[in-house]
């Protein structure tokens, strides 16, 4: 589980990285990859990994949350693109025999409180201007 | 932690059967309760019981992944409301004494693929026709 915990933190990392070979290495050569909001699917490592390497701007990643047991994991971690941000994202992983077979993460877009609650609840302020 | 992962686990069965009084037993009297997107925060037990209380809607809650430890704890779970979604969402726990005492979530949104990465990724249909 230690193992596991750690599988996750280093994925985050060697991508903030760009350490390429090493996050590789983290991945079982038939990983899945899944973005549920555009229900999106890359099937196997190389693929994946020509995914990451392509993704436009200068992204960077910074863990706030991580959680696993012995089959899954979660990182929650704040995210950034070109200056805008930071806006927080978390990434589920699934294990196997000490790899990551399965990610699928979420990307949630900040959005303005419905009225009918300000009676409950306080606001606070932007972490950045954009 | 097997205590922990009940928890979180009866956080959404308790809410989705609208059982106010076990729902606000697995809670600290001065939890503190979070949404990321909104920057909107509710302070304490009675407060946030009232909100989810009057929260509009005929929503429903469904667990897909449970994850904790012996301080933290995830649900990623899917939700629909009214006949829309079901869309995934996702609650972030702390613990301290066999209760909750922090609450995080997450309602991330469909959005559509951007263009430029066609080569790499298969798409599958929504769940459901809204």
Chains 1, 2 share one sequence.
């Not at 991945?27 to 392509?54: A, K, M, T």
């Not at 704040?78 to 994202?89: C, F, I, L, R, T």
């Amino acid at each position: 589980m230690g193992g596991n915990r750690e599988l996750a933190e280093r994925f985050i990392s060697r991508l903030e990285a760009r350490d390429w070979g090493a996050w590789a290495r983290l991945l079982h050569p038939d990983v899945i990859y899944e973005i549920p909001q555009s229900r999106e699917r890359i099937r196997g490592r190389e693929r994946y990994l020509q995914f990451n390497r392509e993704y436009p701007g200068d992204w960077h990643l910074r863990p706030k949350v991580i959680i696993a047991d012995d089959q899954r994991g979660v990182v929650w971690f704040e995210w950034s693109v070109d200056g805008s941000g930071p806006d927080d994202a978390m990434a589920f992983f699934e294990f196997a025999d000490g790899l990551i077979t399965r990610v699928t993460d979420f990307w949630p877009e900040p959005f303005e409180p419905p009225a009918g609650r300000e009676h409950l609840v306080e606001r606070w302020l932007p972490a950045r201007v954009h």
